[in-house]
């Protein structure tokens, strides 16, 4: 039922999003940063993590997760580092996620041989 719950709460975030894409004119860069803002800010209210336990990896694996997580980490490093840690908090909490996108997009990359369109 986990993976139901999941698939179905990711597949409505998506949802949303394209909805957003196809009747708005924002750009797609927009929309990300929208999404991850989103993620942050509700992290900050509270309401993301008993969202997330609840959806599992539908919640967590989207832009908004990602938000959530860079949010965690910096409430994280303002506790332990102070001021500086509003600065390290996110990197530390999101270094994972970003190095295992550089490397697996610069392997595909290798693999795959990308064109530029014409």
């Known amino acids: 039922m986990d993976y139901i719950r999941a698939f179905l709460v990711g597949g409505m975030i998506c949802l949303l999003v394209q909805i957003l894409m196809d009747n708005t004119k924002l750009m797609p860069g927009r929309i990300m ?3 991850v803002v989103s993620g942050s800010v509700l992290g900050f209210l509270g309401l993301y993590e008993p969202f997330a336990q609840w959806a599992g990896a539908g919640a967590t694996v989207p832009l908004l997760g990602f938000g959530n ?22 990197f530390t909490a999101s270094a994972v996620g970003i190095s295992g996108a550089l490397i697996f997009g610069y392997l595909g990359a290798l ?6 369109k014409s």
């Open 33 to 35: 940063v929208l999404l």
């Open 111 to 116: 693999i795959f041989k990308p064109k530029m």
């Open 69 to 90: 997580t860079l949010w965690k980490g910096i409430k994280e490093g303002l506790e332990n580092d102070g001021v500086l840690g509003l600065f390290t908090g996110g």
